[in-house]
């Protein structure tokens, strides 16, 4: 895969302002930087970065349905397609983008879409602002290596982003009859979150 102009080492880039906007939390070298991938430059700067500084963070790149970058990332199969593309908007793609770089992710998940809404209506509530799915889809990976981490008796910080306003999908992600009919019953994952913000 080509190399991109992006400067992953310099300090102006996203990887660089989370490590700086960190140092003054209480665990200031995440445990874990949860991230989703649209074309894959993001994740690639944010790998790369963390190698060059040495740093222990474990880069997790969380895919939705019908995206091959897990596929991928396993297979290192280039051709790899999908019929289909992600119903999560601004991420995942049905083909392999040459800005994602599998060599600098340390662990990939897949996100079902209703998981991925579920978590991004309960992170309305949290929040008091919408958030899109693919912010959903980046917090479910963090809601699983919190859990992870609690079970393992570990402490630490995790960080991911939020991608993009849910204003803007009021009429699809925020509206109950698109979300029945194009994403399914998202209730189970609702309820799955519900039990692991329950657990000690």
Not at 66 to 82: E, G, K
Request: a neutral charge; one cysteine or more.
């Amino acid at each position: 895969m080509p190399k991109r102009a992006t400067d992953w080492r310099g300090n102006n880039n996203i990887a660089d302002s989370i490590f700086r906007q960190m140092s003054h939390e209480p665990h200031p070298q995440p445990s874990h930087i949860v991230m989703s991938a649209g074309t894959g430059g993001t994740s690639a700067t944010i790998g790369r970065y963390i190698r060059s500084q040495g740093y222990d963070t474990q880069l997790l790149v969380v895919d939705p349905q019908n995206s091959v970058f897990l596929d991928y990332w396993q297979s290192r199969d280039a051709s790899l397609r999908s019929p289909v593309g992600s119903k999560i908007e601004g991420i995942g793609r049905p083909r392999v983008e040459p800005s994602f770089i599998p060599d600098v992710v340390d662990e990939m998940l897949r996100v079902p879409d209703a998981a991925s809404v579920a978590t991004a209506l309960w992170l309305e509530t949290l929040l008091g602002r919408k958030v899109g799915a693919s912010t959903g889809t980046n917090m479910w990976g963090v809601l699983q290596l919190a859990v992870r981490m609690r079970e393992e008796g570990r402490s630490g910080s995790i960080v991911t982003l939020l991608c993009d306003s849910g204003e803007r999908y009021l009429e699809t992600y925020y509206n109950p009859q698109w979300v029945a009919a194009n994403i399914g019953d998202i209730s189970p994952w609702q309820a799955q979150i519900a039990e692991m913000l329950r657990a000690k």
